[in-house]
Each structure stands twice: as C-alpha cells, then as structure tokens.
C-alpha cells in the first residue's frame, strides 16, 4: 500500500497516560503500521499524501468477548435467564445453523462492529471458514477461538477431540496470524468447565500453550452454571488451575463470581478477564468485580458477548455501563474515570489477549484507527483535555464515528464500509434470521 498521513486536530494516542495530542499526525508506512505519532509541528518530513480530518483519531477499539454470528438469533429468548435461554433457546436454533449463515451473520456483524468503532473482536464461535471469509470480505480484524464443546446437540459437528484437532491443524499449517495485514489470529475456545470434562481442559490448554494460542473460556458467569465443578473443586478458576489450564496466554470471559482468591489466581497466573456488563446484567448474572480484579493486577478487557444475549456490539455503550456499574457497587463515584474506560475499550483490550501491536496509536502497531466527530454539542469543552475525554466517553460513543482504517487501509468512509454493501448484508441477514425461525 502507499504510505500515508492522517492530520487531525485531536489524537489520542491511548498510551498508559491517556494523553490528548493537538494539531497531530499518524503516519502510516507501506506495511499498514505506525511509523509515527505526534504533534505536527515536529513531525519528520514525508512525501506521503496527506489527509486531513476534522475530528479526532484513536485506536480501534478491542472487543475482548464476542460471539457475533450469534447476530442473526438477535432477540430470541430475550426474557429469560442465561441457562434456560441458553439450552432451551439458543442451542436448538444454534443447531440449525448452516456455514451460509455464518458467513451471512459474520458479515453483518463486522460491518455493525466497524460502524461502532470496534476494529478488533475475539471471538468464540464455530465454522470457522465462515468466519475468516466474512472478516477477510470486510476488512476487519479477528482474534478467532473456535468453539471446543462437548454438549448436548454440539456432536454434530464433531467430537471436543477433533474441534481441538482442527484449530491445531490449521496454526501448524498457516501460523497462529495470517491474511493481509495480519488480520486472522487463531487460538482455542473451549466453552466451559461445565460443557468439557477436566480431561479435555488440560488437553486443549496444552495444544494452546504449545503454540503460544490464546486459550479463551467462559469462567464463572452465573452462579447456576457450574455447581457440579464447584463441588468437586471449590471454584472454576481452582478446576482450571487444578488441570493445567491456566498458564500461558488464558483470556476468561465474564469472571463474574469470583472470590478474592479466585482473584488472587488469576493474576498469580497472569491470566486475563473480558468484562461483559451489558450481557451479565441482561441475563441478570451479577456485576463483575472490576476494581478488585484491576487492583490485583489482572488485565481486563470489555467485551459484548453475542448479540443475542448482549443484544449490541457497541464498546462504548459497554465501557459507559462498566464504569457506572462499579461507582454503584462499590459506592466510589471516581471509580473507573473516562481515560481508564477508554484505555479499557482499546489499550487494555489489546493487552487481555496479549497483543501489543493493537489498541494504540504508537510506532510499530498497526494502523487500525478510528476517526470521530468533535463537531458535535456533546463536546462543550473540547480545547479542555479532561472534558474532551469525559464527554467522548460518558455522552459520545459509536454515534460519533466517521472512519475507520485497518492496517492502515480505510475499511469505513463516512459511516459505510467500503468493501461490502451494507444494505445487501442486512437483506442476507434478515434472510438468513427467517429461516432459523422457521
């Protein structure tokens, strides 16, 4: 690709600090990375073409949790709680899904994610040629962890052996990052300790770790879920340490019901939480405990979980009720301040699944950015630091998002993507969402 560089009033580099740069610019090199960051006045002389843009550029953000195909059961069962909607409601429709319908949804659903901001999403799903299709076709970027599951109904499309077998093949044969700009990473989603016996966690924990894969699993979500492995073992995160499961690279969903020493586990081990307030309050699971686990040194992410149990993909809405679910639990109201939901929503989201080329504007990382509007009356301080990043967060959000850049290529122009047709991917999804209910 041609280098470039992007000029904008505002960047916001999301370093640990949460700086606000003024009259800045990224430049972008052939390779789709970070050549540079900062102010114009000292930037380094280029020949590049230069855009300028009236709004602010950030990073992409990282949805840390998702299962977005589930966007196509958008709704279903949306009154009960996570168990019976899950087996009673999910699971059957999930079994009628066909890899057409994967791809359909994926699209769909990359395109909703660009249009919110979100360049990178983890996601746990199946049929996973699907998915890199759909990903690959809008230009978006995936850390995919294809579901490993041994449950009712889930036998059909193999056994927890060879759902294993086929993620290992594929990084052995291609790498665990493939496609232009990197854009396809693949590790492990073993669901749960409550849909895989102890035998399969360790296997699969060990085929992760032998390939430096993110191993990604739902960890004490609800508090009916997993009772037969709190029996046996105390607490989950007890389970997967008991097995093996917890050393390397370890991403645990919601993390909802987790004592002070299932806390104290999880950092002692380095793993890492994806936060998903929206979902865990939909589905009436509980309120994650943030602040402890960000004091005890673990690395939180936020996530959307699926949209049909989180119902959006939209980060910004789950950073702004991540901070005002912990000022209400914990009766703290500077808990969680807007720079630390938003390096939550990007810096801190890239470091959950061990990635320090994503989630920041910074020399080396990719150019995934993400151009928003400060001409808009949310901003009514925006020449103050503290207020620009207050009102982004608390009062702006994905409404604000203009143009989105992965690895340095612009996969969203004025709020459509410039590789698919939006309006023919919400006809296919609509489509596709029929027949399921059918």
């Known amino acids: 690709m041609t280098p470039i560089?992007?000029?904008?009033?505002?960047?916001?580099?999301?370093?640990?600090?949460?700086?606000?740069?003024?009259?800045?610019?990224?430049?972008?090199?052939?390779?789709?990375?970070?050549?540079?960051?900062?102010?114009?006045?000292?930037?380094?002389?280029?020949?590049?073409?230069?855009?300028?843009?009236?709004?602010?550029?950030?990073?992409g953000l990282v949805n840390s949790h998702a299962h977005t195909p589930m966007i196509?059961?958008?709704?279903?069962?949306?009154?009960?709680?996570?168990?019976p909607w899950l087996q009673d409601v999910m699971w059957p429709a999930e079994g009628r899904l066909e890899a057409g319908d994967v791809r359909v949804a994926m699209t769909s659903g990359c395109v909703e994610l660009l249009r919110t901001g979100c360049t990178t999403s983890v996601e746990m799903y199946f049929f996973t040629d699907a998915v890199i299709d759909a990903v690959t076709a809008v230009g978006s970027r995936v850390v995919l962890t294809p579901g490993v599951i041994a449950a009712p109904g889930w036998d059909r499309i193999g056994t927890w052996e060879q759902m294993r077998d086929d993620v290992s093949a594929r990084i052995d044969a291609n790498g665990l990052r493939s496609g232009p700009g990197d854009r396809i990473e693949l590790g492990y989603g073993p669901h749960a300790a409550y849909t895989l016996p102890p035998e399969a966690l360790a296997s699969v924990a060990e085929h992760a770790r032998a390939r430096d894969a993110l191993l990604h699993i739902h960890v004490a979500e609800a508090p009916d879920e997993d009772r037969a492995q709190r029996a046996s073992h105390g607490t989950v995160p007890a389970l997967l340490d008991d097995v093996g499961a917890l050393g390397g690279r370890v991403l645990a969903a919601h993390g909802v019901h987790l004592s002070d020493a299932d806390i104290a586990l999880l950092a002692a081990r380095g793993a890492a939480v994806a936060h998903c307030p929206g979902s865990n309050a939909k589905l009436a699971a509980g309120i994650a405990r943030v602040t402890a686990l960000r004091r005890a040194g673990v690395r939180v992410g936020l996530g959307t979980d699926g949209p049909a149990s989180g119902d959006d993909l939209d980060l910004w809405a789950e950073a702004r009720l991540?901070?005002?679910?912990?000022?209400?639990?914990?009766?703290?109201?500077?808990?969680?301040?807007?720079?630390?939901?938003?390096?939550?929503?990007?810096?801190?989201?890239?470091?959950?699944?061990?990635?320090?080329?994503?989630?920041?504007?910074?020399?080396?990382?990719w150019a995934d950015l993400v151009h928003v509007d400060l001409d808009d009356p949310v901003?009514?301080?925006?020449?103050?630091?503290?207020?620009?990043?207050?009102?982004?967060?608390?009062?702006?959000?994905?409404?604000?998002v203009r143009d989105v850049w992965v690895a340095g290529e612009q996969v969203l122009a004025g709020g459509?993507?410039?590789?698919?047709?939006?309006?023919?991917?919400?006809?296919?999804?609509?489509?596709?969402?029929?027949?399921?209910?059918?």
């Not at 410039?418 to 399921?436: G, K, N, Q, S, Y």
């Open 5 to 59: 560089r992007l000029a904008a009033p505002v960047v916001l580099p999301c370093d640990p600090g949460c700086s606000v740069l003024r009259d800045a610019v990224v430049d972008v090199d052939a390779d789709g990375r970070i050549a540079h960051v900062g102010p114009r006045a000292t930037a380094p002389p280029s020949t590049a073409p230069v855009t300028e843009l009236p709004g602010a550029l950030l990073p």
């Open 72 to 83: 196509a059961l958008r709704g279903m069962g949306g009154d009960l709680p996570l168990l």
């Open 322 to 365: 991540a901070g005002l679910l912990a000022r209400v639990s914990s009766g703290d109201a500077a808990a969680l301040t807007a720079a630390e939901l938003l390096l939550m929503a990007t810096r801190d989201g890239a470091a959950a699944i061990g990635r320090d080329d994503l989630g920041a504007v910074a020399p080396g990382c």
């Open 379 to 400: 901003f009514v301080a925006p020449e103050d630091d503290a207020q620009l990043l207050s009102n982004l967060v608390w009062a702006g959000g994905s409404r604000l």
């Open 416 to 438: 459509e993507p410039t590789r698919v047709d939006r309006r023919a991917a919400t006809v296919a999804l609509r489509a596709a969402a029929a027949r399921l209910r059918a």
